[in-house]
């Protein structure tokens, strides 16, 4: 069964605060993704990578930047936490592999950072 | 530009009842959906797929629907449980990628009373 762990379920931080949050799956995924998630707005992506180093700009990259040092770790970061930058963050993987062509994404439980 | 849009934020059917959760998309290089479930402080999970080549798929209690002329999807739960109490979102991915993103509705929140 696919794993993705998030270090943190809950997170207050203090507003201009550089902030790390970290997200470890245990399938060998090729593709990682940060989403946030606001009520009445959905599953916004934030930042995508589909290998090692390797990071795209999703919807709402602004505040934020990512790294992939290893393939099974994913690290967002938030430069300088701002109040609007409180939010549900969600980590997800999912295999690029032809035989899993249709692999759904799998997420981890979310970590919920308050920005004060 | 919402490429993928849950018009309904919420709804309510009784224990037992259908519940038809709708979804619409503008996008006609999508060619795979997912719906997933999320419960309250958890992560969303995967819940059930069709792609763009069939026009329906079954999962027990769950069947999704598609209408590509009309760029529709639909998931029916049959019966509903109290259980199936969550947020609904539905997803779709462009053709051809590889790349694993989706692309997310706003979600619907369906209750289920008994």
């Known amino acids: 069964d696919v794993k993705v762990t998030q270090s943190s379920r809950y997170l207050v931080k203090r507003t201009g605060e550089k902030v790390f949050l970290e997200c470890v799956q245990d399938m060998d995924h090729e593709n990682m993704f940060w989403y946030r998630q606001d009520p009445g707005l959905g599953l916004r992506l934030i930042y995508f990578?589909?290998?090692?180093?390797?990071?795209e700009k999703g919807d709402i990259p602004e505040g934020y930047s990512v790294s992939r040092e290893k393939k099974e770790r994913f690290s967002l970061i938030l430069e300088s936490a701002s109040t609007n930058q409180t939010s549900m963050y969600l980590c997800a993987s999912s295999s690029a592999s032809g035989s899993s062509y249709n692999s759904p994404l799998h997420f981890g439980n979310g970590t919920r950072l308050t920005v004060t | 530009d919402q490429q993928v849009k849950q018009n309904s934020p919420s709804l309510s059917v009784q224990e037992g009842r259908i519940s038809i959760l709708n979804c619409d998309y503008t996008n006609s290089m999508f060619d795979y959906f997912l719906w997933y479930k999320k419960y309250p402080a958890e992560g969303p999970t995967f819940l059930i797929s069709i792609s763009s080549i069939k026009d329906k798929n079954e999962d027990g209690r769950f069947t999704v629907f598609l209408n590509k002329s009309a760029k529709h999807l639909s998931l029916h739960i049959v019966p509903s449980q109290p259980g199936d109490s969550a947020v609904y979102f539905c997803a779709a991915r462009p053709e051809g990628s590889t790349l694993g993103r989706l692309y997310f509705g706003r979600g619907t929140q369906l209750t289920v009373w008994p």
């Open positions: 990578s589909y290998d090692v180093k390797m990071k």
